[in-house]
């Protein structure tokens, strides 16, 4: 390694118990073997953090270090807080996972979706993946276009049969069945009961107050080129899931972005706020002295729907895979480490939210230079694997 290389790599802040010093070596590592440009990651064991550390730069150009409370778009991790909703209104008896979706959003029925079940929706399996008309970024910020535009929309393959990622649609649908419920936009209700109470530092959509505090996504050249070459190897159901409209790093850095309710995809927050989310889920139901969820409730949240070469995702992925109702399960492959009933999601470019309930485990991880994989990014797996190994 030359001496350049070693300055780039920045000074680490926070602070890591000795048990899990490994952690802290891996975090180093992503910036010194992994290319990472601003990160931060949080473990949490039996709610109490053990890990906290933040380090190297917020933007691009490297003149703004990355603080403690820097936030960052999460992407799809935002997915686990989106479901969490979702499972509160279940929990609660005001929404059946087994019934039809048309019993509470009677329009959804239309184009032969009339039976298409609520853990259905939760489980990326309602052949919405993505919408088969043109559909510009400026109409995904119009939450009533994009809502109706699916409830008529005809699915892509027999619901219920096979599961395939809904990257985008997935908080359009299972939102909209919070709104539908509540009269609130699934970020509202998240922020009313959970991360207000609760005060964690995340959001759907960024307030524009908040403007100065957030990262700037980037994608290096590498990781474009290699992005575009599995985007032209896409099957037509893939195109329209991922590509429907086209998003990444410069849709994500503006203000237009920032501001809508893209509750699959445009969570902001800080790695601590993604611990604590998932959190919640790791503590059986509980956060500190609250409970959100029954233990029931989060039992159900991991129920395995089948596993599957996923429609969307599959050929990207290489192997099965198992969604739970809202997050994926680690599986034989431990994509959130050893237990294989340890469940979370990942995020585009990298980011990650674990939740294992049998270890009281919890771990957020958010970061800016988006890499190139579909899954198990490098930088991830290190901290995952380091965290595992301490245990």
């Given at each position: 390694m030359s001496q350049a290389r070693e300055a780039?790599?920045?000074?680490?802040?926070g602070h890591c118990d000795d048990r899990f010093s490994a952690v802290r070596t891996a975090f180093e590592a992503n910036f010194r073997e992994r290319d990472e440009l601003g990160a931060a990651v949080t473990?949490?064991?039996?709610?109490?953090p053990v890990v906290d550390l933040w380090g190297g730069?917020?933007?691009?150009?490297?003149?703004?270090?990355w603080e403690r409370d820097t936030l960052v778009n999460v992407w799809s991790t935002t997915k686990g807080p989106t479901a969490l909703c979702a499972h509160i209104l279940a929990d609660r008896g005001l929404l059946d996972l087994d019934a039809p979706v048309a019993a509470y959003w009677p329009e959804f029925a239309a184009a032969g979706k009339e039976a298409v079940l609520v853990r259905q929706l939760l489980s990326h399996r309602a052949g919405l993946a993505?919408?088969?008309?043109?559909?510009?970024l400026a109409e995904l910020y119009d939450w009533d276009l994009t809502t109706a535009r699916?409830?008529?929309?005809?699915?892509?393959?027999?619901p219920g049969t096979r599961s395939g990622y809904h990257a985008l649609t997935y908080g359009f649908l299972v939102g909209e069945l919070v709104r539908r419920i509540t009269g609130l936009l699934p970020g509202e209700f998240l922020q009313q009961e959970v991360t207000g109470p609760l005060g964690i530092d995340f959001t759907v959509g960024l307030p524009e107050k908040e403007a100065g505090r957030v990262a700037e996504l980037v994608v290096a050249e590498t990781d474009a080129r290699q992005q575009a070459a599995l985007f032209a190897q896409m099957e037509p159901l893939a195109v329209a899931t991922l590509l429907n409209p086209p998003t990444g790093a410069a849709a994500a850095n503006t203000p237009q972005w920032r501001a809508a309710q893209i509750p699959a995809a445009n969570g902001h927050g800080t790695?601590?706020?993604?611990?604590?989310?998932?959190?919640?889920?790791?503590?059986?139901?509980?956060?500190?002295?609250?409970?959100?969820?029954?233990?029931?409730?989060?039992?159900?949240?991991?129920?395995?729907?089948?596993s599957c070469r996923d429609l969307v995702l599959g050929a990207g992925i290489g192997h099965d895979t198992e969604i739970a109702l809202g997050l994926w399960l680690s599986g034989p492959e431990?994509?959130?480490?050893?237990?294989?009933?340890?469940?979370?999601?990942d995020g585009a470019g990298g980011s990650c939210g674990l939740a294992d309930p049998e270890a009281g485990l919890a771990l957020g991880y958010v970061m800016n230079r988006m890499g190139?994989?579909?899954?198990?990014?490098?930088?991830k797996t290190a901290l995952i694997e380091a965290v595992y190994g301490a245990l």
């Open positions: 780039t790599v920045p000074q680490i802040h473990v949490l064991i039996g709610g109490e730069w917020a933007d691009a150009a490297r003149s703004r270090p993505g919408l088969r008309e043109p559909h510009t699916l409830a008529a929309t005809e699915p892509w393959w027999e790695a601590r706020a993604v611990a604590a989310l998932y959190g919640i889920f790791a503590g059986r139901g509980r956060s500190g002295d609250r409970r959100i969820l029954s233990e029931e409730a989060v039992e159900r949240v991991r129920e395995g729907q089948g431990g994509s959130y480490g050893p237990n294989p009933r340890a469940f979370g999601h190139h994989r579909i899954s198990d990014d490098p930088r």
